[in-house]
Structure formats: structure tokens, C-alpha cells
């Protein structure tokens, strides 16, 4: 047993597990880390293409999608602590886009059968995806709308999305899928808050993270893309396709994260590695520091939404019967697995990885693949590390 209190023989059956995975297909490679009481076991397996490539490294470059979603929230809320930003404003001010809105009568009803907004959108709002607006997985005529103007839902695509003015004035041609406060819809509410944080600090999105995140806790790889020198480190990204079961490409090295966008998308647009990655959720362990106080990462981990707005929210039915939604990140709030301890917290990304912060064990999980989910349920190899890191607990 190692001073973490993780067991040696048990991680190395959790290697074992993971290899196994890589060796079936899952995905071409992987790096993963399980951290507890400040100890780190780095695991690095595989390789950064189907059919060999380059092996896998500890500095290998992943496309961490939505894993960019809490990195947002905590640079909204530098700004709520700086007082540039407050919760409970309406977001009016910075985003006129927003002012006015119209919503549909029915999620599922025609776009143009609409009543007025009861409220106006918040910083809140936009934290907990309660923005009235995101994706919703049944008919939804408004969704269809917005993927004729690329603002749809889906797999992070930079080359697609304009620019973040022309993004917004394209937002506001459409009513809200429901009022504001009424439900939990995904994804849209961390891109908006990408381009209030820049009209709030009076710098560029991808700026801000630098200067204020990524530079004070050495994450030296994570950006919205990748500059010529990091291109031999980025792993080639992978979907699986649906006709054949088979992985296929999805974005090349030199593909989509090779320049920067003209959108940062404060959703899913990030590029990192496990190393970075656990730099920011060390500090989010340790209370904020230096980056954030401690009452505002309590808030930030804390379940915001309430039973009526959960009834009707998730991506199926019951999906936040034992978790709920903080500011950017799940939190789990009823046990009902070994790795899923009440007040474990984090998010993933859904083209291949997953982080999980566990306050009660000091224990940061993360898995970077290169191959994305199938679905928005994580897949059996992140499940069963969560499973094999938990079961190394031995005292």
C-alpha cells in the first residue's frame, strides 16, 4: 500500500483492466490518473491511432469537449468574486442579445407559436444550464433551427461555429425552448458565458483562461487549439461507426484543433492533457487556491437544482435521481455505487474522457481516450476505471 492509501496489486488491476480494453477495441489508447491525499499514479496505455501510430504519452494532447464546461464556470466565477459579473443579474446588460425573449408555448411545439419571457436570463441561469435554451433530446423545432445556424447541440466541430458577436446575433433570432429558471437543458449556457466572460473582462475568451487560469497553475498544454509544435502530440480523435461498430476518424492531428477558431467554445472547444487536467482539479481540491476562494468552489459544487426543475431535465428518465447540477460540473447526491460517493463532483467529455473529484477521499480521478462515447451515459472503460480506482482504496 502507498502512502495515498491506494493499493499497489489493486492499481495494477486496474491497469490490467484498462489494457484489456485498449487490447478489445475500446479505444486505440489511453492516459489515466488516480490521485488521493496528493500521490499520483499516472497510467499511460496504448497508442494515439488505430493500427499503432505513436505510442501514448503522459504529455499526449486530448480533445477534452465538455471537460471545458467547469473551466468556464470558474472563470465566470473569478468574475462574480471580482464583482465584473453578479449571479442573480440579468445577463441584459453585457448580452442586449438576450433582452426580450420570446419562448415557444411547448418544447415540442411550432417556433413561432411564442409567449414573452416571465424574466430575464441570469449569470445563474447560464451556470446551471437553466438558460431555457440547449440541447433536448426529443422533437424539438427549435433545436432543428438552430443547427440550420450552427449553434446546434453536438459533437465540437470549431471549424463550424462564426464569431462569437455573429454567434450571439444568430441566438437571438430564435424564442427560448422555455422559460428561464423552468428546467435544465445542456450545453448552451457554457457557450454564452465564453462570450460574456470576454465582454465582462474586456479580453478575448481563450485570454482569459490563459492569464487567469491556465498560467497560475502551469497548464502550459490547455488551449483552444493546438499550436505546430504540439502537433506530434495530439492523439488522432475517433467515433465509433454506427453501420459498422468500428472506430473511425473523427478529427486528424492536423485537423480541426490545429488553428484557433473563430468561436472558443466555452462548452466543449478545450484541448488539455491529464497532467493539465489535474492541475485544475488540484486546485479545485484544495479550495480554490490560487485561482478561486473556498465559499465560492463550495458553491460551485454544490447541487443547484431543485426537485421540480430534475423531474423534468437530463439527458433520459431519472437522470439526476441520484445527482445533481453545480456551476459547470455533476454532483452526486445519493450513493448508490462504490465509485460514486455523495459529493464526488466533475463532468465529461464526450469524446473520451471523464474526470471525477471525490472531497471525502482526496482523490482526483481523470481518463483521457481517443475515442468518443456513444452515448451521453459514460462507457463500460470509464466505468470500470471508476470502479478499479475506487476498489484500490485499502485503508
Not at 303 to 317: C, H, N, R, V, W
Request: hydrophobic fraction near 40%.
Amino acid at each position: 500500500m502507498t502512502n495515498s492509501g491506494l493499493s499497489k496489486d489493486r492499481l495494477g488491476r486496474l491497469h490490467d483492466c484498462m489494457a484489456a480494453h485498449v487490447e478489445g477495441g475500446a479505444a486505440p489508447g489511453l492516459v489515466s490518473v488516480v490521485s488521493r491525499r496528493g500521490e499520483s499514479h499516472v497510467d499511460v496505455i496504448g497508442a494515439t491511432a488505430v493500427g499503432g501510430g505513436d505510442p501514448m504519452r503522459g504529455d499526449t494532447i486530448f480533445r477534452i469537449s465538455s471537460m471545458t464546461k467547469p473551466i468556464t464556470a470558474v472563470a465566470t466565477l473569478i468574475l462574480v468574486e471580482e464583482c465584473a459579473l453578479r449571479l442573480d443579474e440579468p445577463v441584459d446588460r453585457l448580452l442586449p442579445e438576450l433582452a426580450d425573449r420570446r419562448v415557444v408555448r411547448r418544447i415540442d411545439g411550432p417556433i413561432d407559436d411564442t409567449v414573452p419571457a416571465q424574466r430575464p436570463i441570469t449569470v445563474r441561469d447560464l451556470l446551471t444550464f437553466r438558460m431555457g435554451f440547449g440541447g433536448y433530446f426529443g422533437p424539438c423545432p427549435v433545436n432543428d433551427a438552430a443547427a440550420s445556424l450552427q449553434l446546434a447541440v453536438g459533437p465540437p466541430a470549431p471549424s463550424v461555429p462564426p464569431e462569437p458577436d455573429e454567434w450571439m446575433r444568430r441566438l437571438s433570432t430564435l424564442p427560448l425552448m422555455c422559460q428561464p429558471g423552468e428546467r435544465w437543458l445542456y450545453h448552451t449556457g457554457a457557450d454564452v458565458l465564453g462570450v460574456l466572460i470576454a465582454r465582462a473582462s474586456g479580453q478575448t475568451f481563450p485570454t482569459f483562461l490563459t492569464e487567469r487560469i491556465f498560467q497560475p497553475l502551469g497548464m502550459t498544454d490547455t488551449a483552444f487549439s493546438v499550436p505546430a509544435a504540439g502537433i506530434d502530440r495530439i492523439a488522432t480523435s475517433y467515433v465509433t461507426d454506427p453501420e459498422t461498430a468500428t472506430l473511425r476518424v473523427y478529427d486528424e492531428p492536423a485537423g480541426q484543433w490545429s488553428t484557433p477558431p473563430a468561436f472558443p467554445s466555452g462548452g466543449a472547444g478545450l484541448v488539455s492533457t491529464a497532467a493539465d487536467f489535474r492541475a485544475f482539479a488540484e486546485m479545485l481540491l484544495r479550495g480554490g487556491t490560487p485561482i478561486l476562494s473556498r465559499p465560492s468552489v463550495e458553491t460551485m459544487i454544490t447541487d443547484q437544482l431543485t426537485p421540480e426543475q430534475k423531474a423534468i431535465s437530463g439527458f433520459s428518465p431519472n437522470d439526476f435521481d441520484a445527482r445533481g447540477w453545480g456551476f459547470g460540473v455533476g454532483v452526486v447526491t445519493r450513493r448508490e455505487h462504490p465509485a460514486a460517493p455523495v459529493g464526488q463532483y466533475g463532468w465529461d467529455g464526450g469524446l473520451g474522457s471523464i474526470w471525477r473529484n471525490d472531497p471525502s477521499e482526496q482523490m482526483i480521478t481523470i481518463l483521457m481516450t481517443n475515442a468518443a462515447w456513444t452515448s451521453p451515459r459514460p462507457p463500460t472503460i470509464a466505468l470500470d476505471f471508476l470502479t478499479g480506482a475506487y476498489a484500490a482504496i485499502n485503508d
